[in-house]
């Protein structure tokens, strides 16, 4: 069952974003979210749309010694064809080789470096949203990062700061750029405020401003593809990167292809009109099932690939009369032909609009980042912390 058919057919179109040699046909790149952008999530996706569809975050230290799970989140289904990897690590060395590794194997076709993790376990060692405030030791990583992959684009992915008091996209930003990346990503929003209140699409114009040579790409707060388009239109950026706007909407790329596409002689897309889905209930439940068949397929394990669906049972049906008892038990469910029974009790609904829309996800309250100890009283990195620092990749669950 291939769900783009349930929207309009896609049409050709002139490149819209072009990252080192991939051109894309829209400008917009699926997000790493742990736990959720595996290989089964980016082939639901990718079917109702195009974009760029990044795994999961992977642990370069976890890479390099080849750990089971890793190399599982590492690995491509054969419709992809643009692989990309995001990577995660504070040692330049460690990277580098990760790096050298996906270049050696043919494992992907861009590679993202992550520094706009918030989770403390992440930034307490220095990691993450945390590190670019070490500036020389951000651009070591990022220069031997892009030596290492050679032909292949490599972009980085930050966020604006560690708190309003200590911000550092700009010069992370120009140091990424001066060391050859092919794109900068903003999630426009500080480590300390999480995912709460607002992004600041202020700070991603301000970028695009400050950085002229590579394309400047926009995160946060896109819940559709209206919001897309003002992203870009009040910030100047070149593209977006949508990732809680997502959950339990995979067919949001598909509005995003129609949205984004630039109009050329065969698309009328790109003159304020696109069609949205019309996602009634029935429609949500297909995309639903088809969710936790890939994931079966992906995982190889039904009874597996049924309970890690189970995650997602909230967010696509946000907003749909859908029952806590049925709710409960789509949640309970470990195999696809009680996914199958369950689902046949549905009636339809039509879409329900603001019940529907809107934040997903934890936004969390902001908070203090954990940082290593004396990590603000110096933007260089000294021999101790250093030291500390190793540990941050022991953890090589995969990311």
């Not at 008091?165 to 930003?173: M, N, R, S, Y």
């Amino acid at each position: 069952m291939t769900l783009a058919t349930d929207l309009p057919p896609r049409t050709a179109a002139a490149s819209a974003l072009r990252i080192g040699p991939i051109d894309l046909d829209v400008p917009v790149v699926l997000a790493p979210m742990a736990g959720i952008t595996n290989a089964a999530f980016r082939r639901l996706c990718r079917e109702y749309g195009a974009g760029l569809y990044v795994s999961e975050m992977i642990t370069s230290r976890a890479l390099v010694e080849r750990n089971a799970i890793t190399m599982r989140l590492i690995q491509h289904h054969e419709s992809e064809e643009i692989r990309s990897v995001q990577l995660y690590g504070v040692d330049p060395a460690t990277i580098a080789e990760a790096v050298r590794i996906i270049v050696a194997e043919d494992r992907a076709d861009h590679i993202d470096l992550n520094f706009g993790c918030p989770v403390p376990k992440v930034t307490r060692k220095g990691g993450g949203a945390a590190l670019p405030w070490k500036t020389s030791l951000f651009a070591d990583i990022v220069s031997r990062a892009v030596r290492a992959a050679g032909d292949l684009p490599l972009t980085v992915k930050m966020r604006k700061g560690i708190d309003r008091d200590h911000l550092t996209f700009l010069d992370a930003a120009r140091a990424a750029e001066d060391a050859g990346a092919a794109a900068v990503a903003l999630h426009a929003r500080t480590a300390s405020e999480y995912y709460s209140g607002h992004a600041d699409w202020d700070a991603i114009g301000e970028l695009k401003q400050a950085v002229t040579s590579i394309p400047v790409l926009g995160n946060g707060d896109i819940w559709s593809a209206e919001d897309a388009r003002r992203m870009m239109a009040q910030t100047g950026c070149d593209g977006v990167v949508v990732g809680r706007g997502c959950l339990g909407r995979p067919w949001l790329f598909g509005e995003l292809s129609q949205a984004l596409r630039p109009a050329d002689a065969s698309t009328a897309a790109g003159d304020g009109h696109f069609e949205k889905v019309d996602a009634t209930l029935q429609f949500v439940a297909r995309a639903f099932r088809r969710h936790a068949e890939l994931l079966v397929e992906f995982f190889e394990d039904e009874d597996r690939g049924c309970k890690d669906v189970r995650k997602h049972v909230a967010w696509y049906f946000k907003g749909y009369p859908v029952g806590g008892e049925l709710r409960g038990a789509l949640a309970r469910a470990s195999t696809l032909q009680e996914i199958d029974d369950l689902l046949g009790t549905l009636g339809d609904a039509p879409y329900p609009g603001a019940g529907a829309e809107g934040q997903r996800g934890r936004a969390g309250s902001p908070k203090r980042t954990a940082l290593p100890e004396g990590w603000l009283q110096s933007r260089e990195i000294d021999q101790g912390i250093s030291v500390m620092m190793r540990g941050a990749e022991i953890e090589n669950s995969g990311g």
